[in-house]
């Protein structure tokens, strides 16, 4: 059953590993100034990301993607795109102008509109709405806006089915064509936590590719991992040297492997491979600088014009099992999973959901397989929505079962203020006790 959308346009566990968690963790959230223009209030959130000082005007959302993988677990993939995608999802729910602007921050963009850049026809995304949540959009002063950005990223509002892991198998199978279940039962929402499930937000992405020019054929040769050893591994190789596009920086030199158009849709990719300097092998320090250069160049990821590149890579093969990633986001951004901070309430009013609307969890899954001929990469990321309901307190004991007084007042009309106080009773002994009312 299909929800209707808003017609109008507007503007529109462990986190992979304990590395996130624990860079995070140590890492402080920044606020942003609240306008049409977002600029950096906070002096020190340069230095948070590692961005030279003279950066002041904001951020790059493609350096900010390459950021989203600096401490993550090595050899897991991130689907840097699908994480943006889904949270763009939450932005919509954001009623909040403080935080709505902070997310975008995070991101990397400067105003909802930036979002429009990740509609791909490659990423489905999905908002699943309860009939409690749909309402409640609907009554909502903010409601219509939130429709309205979901269709301008070209989400699709569906019903909230009864168990959303089978739901969510169920649009994987079909996206990714594959058979085994991702998700395992209240993986992703505890069973205790299941009533107050209201929506989930989900991006969904298979991207398969084709380089314009395979490379000539496989050869076994030793890989030198990190830690010095030597291991087998079948790389991709060229006869001879091939044209590619090239780009160096202080922190390592990177080469474009571009990929042939997509058939349906003209779209162009390529694949960036990056090698830090021989004598500073840490990739995240590679990737940091990378991310510093493209702020400071303003130009976003651009390479240099082709030169001859004797080139091989390892044909690879890596998957990261769909986890938690709120270790990861919550330091940046705690007010969305703040059960009490009520930064949905112009979307999801409390007293249409009998409760207070906050994301529960977002889980990320990714894989990516490269070869000589082509790579195939998929991702998805997942966010509920959970209802805060809270409990009321237990009665007061009040119970004038020993010396107590009684006082009669007369009260401002149509208020509990008291105008004059009338009689004045301490009731210390037996002889105030009524023991023949009727």
């Known amino acids: 059953m299909e929800h209707s959308s808003h017609t109008e346009t507007t503007e529109a566990a462990t986190a992979a590993g304990t590395g996130w968690a624990a860079t995070a963790m140590a890492k402080a959230a920044a606020e942003t100034a609240v306008g049409k223009k977002m600029k950096l209030s906070n002096p020190n959130f340069p230095d948070t990301f590692g961005i030279a000082e003279a950066v002041v005007t904001g951020l790059n959302p493609q350096a900010q993607a390459l950021r989203f993988a600096v401490n993550a677990e090595a050899d897991k993939p991130m689907g840097t795109a699908s994480i943006a995608s889904c949270l ?40 699943l709405l309860s009939s409690v949540a749909y309402t409640a959009l609907k009554n909502a002063p903010s409601g219509p806006e939130c429709h309205q950005l979901w269709e301008a990223v070209g989400a699709k509002c569906i019903s909230l089915e009864t168990n959303l892991e089978t739901q969510l198998n169920t649009m994987l199978k079909k996206a990714w064509n594959i058979e085994e279940d991702t998700f395992k039962p209240f993986s992703i929402v505890p069973e205790a936590s299941v009533k107050d499930l209201i929506a989930a937000l989900v991006s969904i992405e298979k991207i398969e590719v084709s380089w314009k020019k395979e490379l000539d054929f496989y050869e076994l040769k030793p890989f030198t991992t990190a830690t010095g050893e030597k291991v087998d591994g079948m790389f991709c190789i060229d006869k001879t040297h091939r044209l590619m596009n090239t780009l160096t920086f202080d922190g390592g030199e990177a080469v474009l492997l571009p990929c042939q158009a997509d058939d349906k849709t003209g779209k162009e990719r390529g694949m960036v491979f990056l090698l830090p300097p021989e004598n500073d092998q840490n990739l995240d320090n590679s990737l940091k600088a990378l991310a510093n250069y493209m702020d400071k160049t303003m130009n976003g990821l651009k390479f240099d014009p082709c030169c001859k590149v004797n080139f091989s890579f390892p044909a690879f093969d890596v998957t990261m099992q769909p986890a938690t990633i709120v270790p990861y986001l919550k330091p940046f951004i705690p007010e969305i999973f703040d059960k009490m901070s009520g930064c949905m309430d112009g979307t999801l009013p409390r007293e249409e959901i009998d409760g207070v609307a906050y994301i529960g969890d977002v889980q990320h899954g990714a894989s990516i397989k490269a070869d000589r001929k082509g790579a195939t990469a998929k991702a998805v990321t997942v966010a509920t929505v959970l209802t805060f309901r809270s409990l009321p307190p237990p009665p ?31 009731h210390e002994t037996a002889a105030s006790l009524d023991l023949t009312v009727n």
């Open 88 to 127: 763009g999802l939450v932005i919509a729910l954001i009623s909040d102008k403080k935080v709505k602007m902070k997310l975008l921050s995070f991101l990397g963009f400067q105003s909802t509109e930036d979002l429009l850049s990740l509609k791909d026809p490659c990423r489905v995304l999905s908002v």
């Open 396 to 426: 007061k004991q009040f119970h004038c079962n020993r010396p107590f007084v009684s006082i009669l007042v007369e009260l401002i009309p149509g208020t509990v203020d008291v105008k004059n106080i009338e009689f004045v009773t301490k």
